[in-house]
């Protein structure tokens, strides 16, 4: 499954794992997960220390 950037106007697929924020729920592309256009903390980093983003993981899944 592929899925396509989420901001306005950007037609590029986003990054497959990394490019998944499950903390705004966005698909971004290579671009657009810099920090200039995506200002969540890293979802790896963040899964470390905050439970509820596991179970944000979860729920999307669902
Ligand atoms: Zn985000
Ligand atoms: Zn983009």
Redesign the pocket.
Known sequence: MIWL?D?QN?N?ASVRISGECVLCNRH??A??LGPNYHTCPQWEAKARYDPAARKGEQDEIV
Do not use: A, Q
């Open positions: 950037c901001i950007c590029k971004l592309c671009n657009h």
